[in-house]
């Protein structure tokens, strides 16, 4: 039962990420690759004020959204100028820089050697320790995610991102001042990741840079894509269906290292499959192709 | 000082050599390829089958392992991204299918040799030889020399040959170039195993100098695109030069630094190209956006 909970949790971690990726790709239109450096950035913000300065957990899920708010702007003001490829050859740069950060900065992040000891969450007074009291947090956590997606891209604030997807030079025409749209999209996208990274810190207990790499963010952009981006329950389901299938690999009794490579190898073809078949998703609305 | 400067110089030759093949293919296809950088893994991994593995002599192993990377290079196209673009897909489709198709090789070749680092070099190490008090292995200067051989051939092929005029008219405006009959097909094709062979001539120099690994084709990949980006997108020479101030400001990076910090420097880089000359040293305005 442990087990199952553990799974869950993971599947509620990666529905945060997966649902806060699809406001940029999605509703936005922008693909971006660096997700995975700022769900590493919210990890190791909420675990560095955790473990150094005794911060709660709250205050750490806060500072690491401030900062990834904050770090966003860095990428984005430069970056959202560029259109298509080049965007995402400027998210990938950022998001190998953030990792080198990550690995490299020994007297800060303890690079490779990762930050163990980092406490359970406690709020005003709830002790989350057991997995059950885990998932409802987490869960908690993906509501807020998925509340804050879904009332941002049905107001008109959202309705202002979907005109920039399909067509920016008519919305510009309107009058919108696009930049500041897109830049807003991407700095709340990146704080709902940190949150996933907050969470994931205090769950694990111990982070190293190896969970945030491009492969992280990778699969990342699978969820969203396979479970079908632009949509109330894609990316949910995008998530919950690459989390459990190695889960479900490894229960038919496949070797746990024949089994990584197995999940891998099954999500990029899925990818390259829905690319060619059904490129918005399983139950997406928007298809990249058309 | 001068170390670093042969350091940067051999650095550079690998980033050439697969930023142009990239370059290349990314004009005349339209879309960013990540599967590039499989294809350096590819004929790393098949230069370790052939040289270490089978033992065959070595012209016969680089070749075959070349030959690796450009069917690859082929078969990729012919099963992937070929029928993906008879689906009327945009650029960002072919972008992902090819995210898609670099994690399913990789994880294959992981699969067939293991994760664990394979080296094709057998027998005593060679110390390498002095020149001008800078040590250099035979390896490194062979594979400097192939790179400088690669880009001024490529040189020549666009600049003078007819099927390079052809590739360049097609990279300009393929609709345009399809009416005044240039054959579409065998452009693609020649790119494609072009491209395909200039990678595959990285992944034999890394694999002999630094051993294979399923991911190794990654990170070269990456700096071989910002080598192409700082280069621009209208000369081979363009991206050579790219490639050299890169890996120069990536040896310098790291030698201030700390050699742990010479990607943050090269993307760091990157970044400020692309804020400030998206079309690179040498090249003209981008293309015109469409969005």
């Known amino acids: 039962m442990e087990y199952l909970t553990h799974i869950m949790i993971l599947a509620m971690i990666y529905a945060i990420l997966a649902i806060s990726l699809d406001l940029l790709v999605g509703r936005t239109g922008f693909l971006s690759i660096a997700h995975a450096a700022f769900y590493g950035l919210g990890a190791y913000t909420s675990a560095l004020l955790a473990v150094k300065c005794g911060a709660g957990f709250l205050v750490g899920v806060l500072a690491g959204m401030g900062f990834a708010c904050v770090v966003s702007f860095v990428v984005s003001l430069p970056s959202l100028r560029l259109h298509d490829d080049y965007f995402v050859i400027a998210t990938f740069g950022f998001q190998m820089i953030l990792f080198s950060i990550f690995n490299n900065w020994m007297n800060l992040t303890r690079g490779p050697l990762g930050i163990p000891g980092i406490p359970h969450p406690a709020i005003f007074g709830w002790q989350v320790n057991s997995h059950w009291d885990f998932l409802l947090l987490a869960g908690i956590f993906a509501a807020f995610a998925y509340f804050v997606v879904h009332r941002i891209s049905s107001s008109p604030f959202g309705r202002v991102l979907h005109a920039i997807r399909e067509d920016e030079v008519f919305a510009k025409a309107l009058g919108k001042n696009t930049l500041r749209f897109k830049v807003t999209a991407f700095a709340v996208s990146a704080a709902l990741a940190a949150t996933a990274g907050s969470l994931y810190a205090h769950y694990i207990s111990y982070i190293d840079p190896t969970s945030f790499t491009v492969m992280e963010s990778i699969l990342v952009i699978s969820m969203v894509i396979i479970g079908g981006a632009d949509s109330a329950w894609g990316p949910l389901i995008g998530a919950v269906v690459?989390?459990?299938?190695?889960?479900?690999?490894?229960?038919?009794?496949?070797?746990?290292?024949?089994?990584?490579?197995?999940?891998?190898?099954?999500?990029?073809?899925?990818?390259?499959?829905?690319?060619?078949f059904r490129s918005r998703g399983l139950v997406g609305r928007y298809s990249f192709g058309r | 000082m001068l170390q670093i400067l042969a350091n940067s110089l051999l650095a550079a030759s690998i980033y050439a050599l697969v930023g142009l093949g990239f370059g290349l293919a990314y004009q005349v296809t339209g879309f960013l390829n990540f599967a590039h950088g499989i294809l350096i893994t590819t004929a790393a991994y098949g230069l370790y089958l052939f040289r270490g593995v089978l033992?065959?002599?070595?012209?016969?192993?680089?070749?075959?392992?070349?030959?690796?990377?450009?069917?690859?290079?082929?078969?990729?196209?012919?099963?992937?991204?070929?029928?993906?673009?008879?689906?009327?897909?945009?650029?960002?489709?072919?972008?992902?299918?090819?995210?898609?198709?670099?994690?399913?090789?990789?994880?294959?070749?992981?699969?067939?040799?293991?994760?664990?680092?394979?080296?094709?070099?057998?027998?005593?190490?060679?110390?390498?030889?002095?020149?001008?008090?800078?040590?250099?292995?035979?390896?490194?200067?062979?594979?400097?020399?192939?790179?400088?051989?690669?880009?001024?051939?490529?040189?020549?092929?666009?600049?003078?040959?007819?099927?390079?005029?052809?590739?360049?008219?097609?990279?300009?405006?393929?609709?345009?170039?399809?009416?005044?009959?240039?054959?579409?097909?065998?452009?693609?094709?020649?790119?494609?195993?072009?491209?395909?062979?200039?990678?595959?001539?990285?992944?034999?120099?890394?694999?002999?100098?630094?051993?294979?690994?399923?991911?190794?084709?990654?990170?070269?990949?990456?700096?071989?695109?910002?080598?192409?980006?700082?280069?621009?997108?209208?000369?081979?020479?363009?991206?050579?030069?790219?490639?050299?101030?890169?890996?120069?400001?990536?040896?310098?990076?790291?030698?201030m630094f700390g050699s742990q910090w010479q990607d943050a420097v090269a993307f760091s880089i990157l970044l400020l190209f692309l804020l400030l000359r998206p079309q690179g040293f040498l090249g003209r305005a981008a293309h015109k956006v469409t969005v």
Do not use: K
Not at chain 2, 101 to 124: A, E
Not at chain 2, 181 to 196: K, M
């Open chain 1, 242 to 276: 690459l989390v459990a299938l190695p889960e479900a690999l490894r229960l038919v009794g496949m070797p746990s290292s024949v089994a990584a490579n197995l999940r891998q190898i099954f999500y990029g073809a899925l990818l390259v499959v829905m690319m060619m």
């Open chain 2, 55 to 255: 033992g065959l002599p070595w012209p016969i192993s680089l070749a075959l392992a070349l030959m690796c990377s450009i069917t690859v290079s082929l078969l990729l196209y012919a099963c992937v991204f070929g029928p993906l673009r008879r689906f009327a897909s945009t650029p960002l489709t072919m972008l992902l299918a090819s995210l898609g198709t670099y994690v399913v090789v990789q994880n294959v070749l992981s699969l067939v040799f293991g994760d664990r680092i394979q080296t094709v070099q057998t027998g005593p190490v060679l110390e390498g030889v002095g020149l001008f008090g800078v040590r250099l292995t035979l390896v490194q200067m062979l594979t400097a020399l192939s790179a400088i051989v690669c880009v001024a051939l490529l040189h020549l092929m666009l600049q003078q040959s007819r099927i390079g005029r052809m590739i360049r008219a097609f990279a300009d405006n393929p609709e345009y170039a399809a009416i005044v009959g240039i054959p579409g097909r065998r452009v693609l094709l020649v790119v494609l195993a072009v491209s395909g062979g200039l990678a595959g001539v990285a992944g034999v120099a890394l694999a002999v100098d630094t051993g294979v690994t399923p991911g190794m084709g990654m990170h070269p990949f990456m700096i071989g695109v910002v080598a192409a980006v700082l280069g621009g997108n209208r000369s081979a020479w363009g991206v050579a030069l790219g490639a050299v101030l890169l890996s120069l400001a990536q040896n310098y990076g790291g030698w």
